[in-house]
């Protein structure tokens, strides 16, 4: 079954917006595990704008599913990932001046290193790219376990021909994933209505949803806005 990943970090957004205790994004997590998020999913940046290591220290401890840890490929954040375990490290692309990730990740020949440092303490490592043949190519070459496409060119997208035609690209993108043994999985701008495209692709393993599902539980609650969007990535809607 599909599984869905609950991005928790505009909780933290919120909370940070008064530099206060609430709303907790342990909390968050808590009950997106109980209305059927698999997974955890945090970003925890360099300037640390939402959350913080305090964050990733309590729920690393209180976590039932499985926690992903978005971060930046530095020697930093790779310390802090061999010192809490998560059980995946997603390498995003950051910059300071973005308001969210801007694209996929350009992987290099460097980045294979960091990857095997991660690897040896039993982290399962996954690189946030665009569907690129090339980028896919090399992300299996340096060692990835897993791909997820930035699916936020898609979710930007007005035209019902472009949309097609990404449509088309993200397919080729996920079959050349499982066909290099690589877990395939599907994230950014992703929503209550252009997640079922790639829902029927029938390909993707695994969804990592947060901006719409935090938006959505402002007005629904977060147990119902996670509960339908599983309905949705698992063919229940």
């Known amino acids: ?13 919120l909370r940070q917006a008064r530099l206060g205790i609430e709303p907790d994004p342990v909390y968050a997590a ?10 955890i999913t945090i970003h925890l940046r360099e300037d640390r704008r ?6 990733l220290k309590i729920l690393r401890s209180t976590i039932h ?9 530095t020697a930093e954040m790779v310390a802090i990932a061999k010192n809490h375990l998560p059980n995946t490290v997603t390498l995003v692309p ?16 460097s980045h294979k290193e960091l990857i095997a440092e991660l690897k040896e303490a039993k982290i399962e490592v996954s690189v946030f790219i665009e569907p690129d ?5 090399l992300a299996k070459k340096l060692g990835a376990d897993a ?18 035609a990404e449509l088309i690209r993200i397919k080729k993108g996920a079959k050349l994933i499982k066909s290099n043994g690589m877990r395939v999985i599907a994230g950014h701008g992703l929503n ?16 990592n949803i947060g901006h719409s599902i935090i938006s959505r539980a402002v007005f629904t609650g977060l147990g119902e806005a996670v509960d339908t969007m599983k309905a949705i990535v698992t063919g229940r809607l």
């Open 1 to 13: 079954m599909t599984k869905l990943g609950v991005n928790i970090d505009h909780i933290a957004t």
């Open 30 to 39: 808590a009950i997106a595990e109980e209305n059927g998020a698999d997974q």
């Open 50 to 55: 939402h959350m913080q290591n305090r964050d």
């Open 65 to 73: 599913t499985r926690l992903n840890l978005e971060m930046a490929a």
């Open 94 to 109: 950051e910059k300071r001046e973005e308001l969210t990730t801007e694209g996929g990740l350009a992987l290099l020949d």
């Open 133 to 137: 043949p090339e980028m896919i190519k």
């Open 147 to 164: 791909v997820e496409i930035h699916t936020g060119r898609y979710a930007n997208l007005t035209d019902r021909e472009d949309i097609e």
């Open 192 to 207: 209550y209505q252009n997640t079922q495209a790639l829902v029927e692709m029938e390909i993707f393993e695994e969804f």
